[in-house]
């Protein structure tokens, strides 16, 4: 059975304008007016509809749907960014216990003080060492160990120059923020377009009508 269907009119907003796409072809999704009993918004394959079967096929949906399935999928993120926000506060209380920047100086210092009488036991060992053979053996043991005390240093330095707090704040401001974003989609019987194009990336169609929502990288990278 042909259903009857016009072409986009300007007149229609379409929420998911420029987001949704084939996943058979990988074309954009045309917005239309599905006409049966009501006409009512949708999208269709824009290949399928300009070139017919030879390129695609109809992936008609209507744009209510699409609202119904974002919406059940934004409360299943939504929890998993509750989690992940509980998970950092329990982190961060963990760093305040055992992970201070007084601590990490403290371990430094000694580690500097070490790499000295290293470096001075080093020298006295050569000193006394008139064989070519053993300085070069003593060369290369010495060069090692402090090889590894400079690798150690160095990540200590790091981790005092990086306030580790503050980025798992920031973090948590970010998935708040985004939380936030889901809520206006949740609740509003009319999502607003701009917040949709802050936190969609692309809404993949598929022919028998399931549908896969993917997020702005630096909204999906919360999670990583």
Known sequence: MQHNISGANKKHDYYFSGMCVCNDCGSGMSGIIIKRKVKEKGYDCSRYRQYSIKACHCHEIKEKDILIHLKEFLKFTKQKYLKEIKDIKIEIKQENKTNDKFKLQNKLNILNEEYKMLINQKVKELAFCNNSMQREIIENTYKELEKEKMQRMAHLQ???????????????????????????????????????QMIIDKIYIHRDKTIRFSLKADIEKLLK
């Open 158 to 196: 790091e981790l005092i120059q990086n306030d580790e707090k503050k980025n798992l704040e920031d973090k948590i401001q970010k998935l708040k923020t985004s939380v936030e974003y889901f809520d206006e989609i949740i609740n509003a019987s009319k999502p607003n377009r701009i917040i949709l």
